[in-house]
C-alpha cells in the first residue's frame, strides 16, 4: 500500500511512502510468484526516486534507454549492497520509535527503506528532506480513499 502527499510532476516537495508486507511464496493457476524480500522494497523505493529526477529525452532516445539502463544496473547493485558508501542511515520516528532507514540519495531527491515485523517501510521524495520526517501507522480501516 503507498500514501503519497506533494507535487506529483515532481516540480514541488513530495515523499511517498509504500509499505511492503511479507508475503510468503504464492500460486494463482499457473502462475507462481515468490516470497517478498527486501529488495521487492529497496528497488521500488529507488524507482520511484529516479522518475523524480529523469532527465527529459525524447521518447526513443537512445540516451534515455542507456540511462535508465545505467541507473537501474546501479540500483540494483546497490540493493545488494547496503554497506556501499551511496547509502547512509537515518533515524526516522515510526509510530512514536525510532528507527534505521537506509537512505540514497540522487540530486534533489532521495530513497529510504527499514525492515519491520510485518515487512519493510519504502520511502521516497524530492525537495523535501527525509531528516526530521515521523511516519505514523494508519490502519486500512480506517483511510478514506481520495475523490479525484
Given amino acids: 500500500m503507498g500514501l503519497g502527499h506533494g507535487d ?3 516540480l514541488g516537495p513530495r515523499v511517498i511512502v509504500t ?11 499457473e502462475a507462481r510468484y ?18 523524480a529526477v529523469a532527465p527529459e529525452f525524447p521518447p526513443d532516445s537512445p540516451d534515455r534507454q542507456e540511462w535508465w ?12 549492497n547496503l554497506d556501499a558508501e551511496d547509502w547512509t542511515t ?14 540514497r540519495r540522487h540530486g534533489p531527491a532521495w530513497a529510504a527503506f527499514t525492515e519491520i515485523d510485518t515487512g519493510w517501510i519504502a520511502m521516497d521524495g524530492i525537495y523535501l528532506e527525509a531528516t526530521g520526517l515521523a511516519l505514523e501507522t494508519v490502519r486500512v480501516a480506517d483511510y478514506l480513499p481520495m475523490t479525484v
Wanted: charged share 15%; proline share 7%; aromatic share 8%.
Fill in 90 to 103: 537515518v533515524s526516522l520516528s515510526v509510530d512514536g520509535w525510532a528507527l534505521p532507514f537506509r537512505l
Fill in 34 to 51: 515468490g516470497p517478498t524480500v527486501a529488495d521487492d522494497a529497496i528497488g521500488w523505493a529507488q524507482q520511484s526516486m529516479l522518475h
Fill in 8 to 10: 506529483a510532476a515532481h
Fill in 69 to 80: 539502463r545505467y541507473q537501474l544496473e546501479l540500483a540494483g547493485w546497490l540493493s545488494g
Fill in 19 to 29: 509499505t511492503v508486507p511479507r508475503l510468503p511464496e504464492t500460486r494463482i493457476g
